[in-house]
């Protein structure tokens, strides 16, 4: 019989994996809040989706421009180090988010400027964080890693929305913030007690050097571009967060709690999916398996921008996060196992730059549309465009659709 639920042997076996996972996970869930908290902030001081986009879009360069110096930082120093420091950057970044929200007056330029530093020190962490994980435990239950790390994520996207949205109608923006700022600590104690993770001997010094020879090594290797690309088409046409503060409000005709549940449906679904990923390791060509996924989330989306009834919403967008989580878990197997140790903080790298910066450009693509047309229309447009996107992708990138784990091999016997 299959596998169904996922392999728990990382967490059982690899002390340093679960001090990994146990600080990301509170981290994770204060990030949420603030996830939450900067969109509401800015559509309450601006009634405007338009703003919601472009906050999300100042956020965009300091994290792509963190995600390459990280990587290229996490390939030739200690990633636990670099994680420990970026913490602590990250903490004081939401501690001014909170300053900021207990003026009076809080300042919009406060709030773009502060969220886009806090973006940045993300994008430093994120790749040595997720190059980490390959040297914590085995080859053998590094997909059941993977998939831990996406429970992580998804728990966060649940419970750290649903939680803000309350939060925010009993506390205030400023305890959200605050909230945030201490959860970062968990990851400052996690990293002081796992061991270091010294790079690979022989890496490149960290500079531009460094990140050209990291571009190039993509190039080379058409199934990991294939695996960015792809993923970029989901999260920019497929992606509508931008306009849940308006449709809470015009569609839906409620106030934060809806806010909190329109952000959490995807994880709930998406959590739902990565507990039951162990079907995932038997799935041989994992190419194919990725654009089944994204077409499943487009479409769901696209169905998502027709209901005007909240539960039906609510599940379209769980169903849009299984996939979702289907092909994050499948992808991020693609890169890991294609990829080389000394290259791999700088890939992870790319990968975090399109992970959370794909989502940005997909918030201002949504909020202009929906500005020069209707929410409805930005949605269902995208959900079909990313569906269009995916099967050209999948049909001009043959290394991509083609890729596929090679069958185990049964051991030899032993000699005679």
């Known amino acids: 019989m299959p596998r169904i639920l996922v392999d728990t042997a990382p967490l059982r076996e690899s002390r340093d994996f679960r001090l990994l996972f146990g600080g990301q996970l509170l981290s994770t869930l204060g990030s949420q809040l603030t996830a939450v908290a900067i969109p509401y902030q800015a559509f309450a001081e601006t009634h405007s989706s338009l703003q919601v986009g472009a906050i999300s879009l100042a956020q965009l360069v300091p994290l792509i ?17 670099l994680m420990l420091v970026t913490s602590i950057g990250s903490a004081a970044a939401s501690g001014g988010l909170a300053l900021n929200a207990l003026g009076p007056h809080p300042s919009l330029v406060g709030l773009y400027l502060l969220s886009a530093l806090a973006a940045g ?23 059941a890693a ?52 010294p790079p690979a001997p022989g890496v490149r010094r960290p500079g531009v050097g460094s990140m050209l020879e990291g571009f190039r090594y993509v190039r080379r290797r058409q199934q990991i571009g294939g695996a960015y690309l792809i993923d970029i088409n989901a999260m920019v046409f497929g992606m509508p967060r931008a306009l849940f503060p308006a449709l809470a409000v015009s569609v839906f005709h409620g106030g934060t709690s809806t806010l909190g549940l329109l952000y959490a449906a995807p994880g709930v679904g998406a959590l739902l999916g990565a507990v039951a990923t162990g079907w995932v390791s038997g799935l041989r060509r994992r190419g194919w398996g990725v654009t089944l996924a994204v077409g499943v989330w487009g479409l769901a989306i696209a169905a998502f921008g027709l209901v005007h009834v909240l539960w039906a919403a609510l599940i379209l967008l769980a169903v849009a996060g299984w996939a979702d989580v289907i092909s994050a878990v499948l992808r991020n197997t693609i890169i890991q196992t294609s990829v080389s140790d000394e290259f791999r903080s700088r890939l992870s790298s790319f990968q975090m730059a399109v992970v959370q910066g794909g989502p940005r450009l ?33 049909a001009v990138l043959p290394g991509f659709r083609q890729h596929r784990t090679l069958p185990e091999r049964a051991p030899s016997p032993p000699p005679a």
């Open 362 to 394: 997909g918030d201002f693509e949504a909020g202009g549309v929906a500005s020069a047309f209707s929410p409805e229309i930005s949605i269902v447009s995208g959900g079909l465009a990313c569906v269009l996107g995916a099967a050209v992708l999948v």
């Open 146 to 197: 993977l998939a831990f790390m996406q429970i992580l994520m998804q728990l966060g996207t649940i419970v750290g929305p649903a939680c803000s949205g309350v939060l925010l109608s009993a506390t205030g923006l400023a305890a959200v913030y605050l909230i945030d700022a201490l959860s970062f600590l968990a990851v400052v104690a996690s990293c002081m007690l796992m061991a270091p993770i």
């Open 121 to 143: 020190l993300s994008g430093l962490a994120n790749p040595a964080r997720n190059a980490a994980v390959p040297s914590l435990v085995p080859a053998t239950h590094l997909i």
């Open 65 to 81: 421009v963190g995600s390459l110096v990280g990587g290229a930082l996490g390939d030739a120093y200690d990633r636990r180090a």
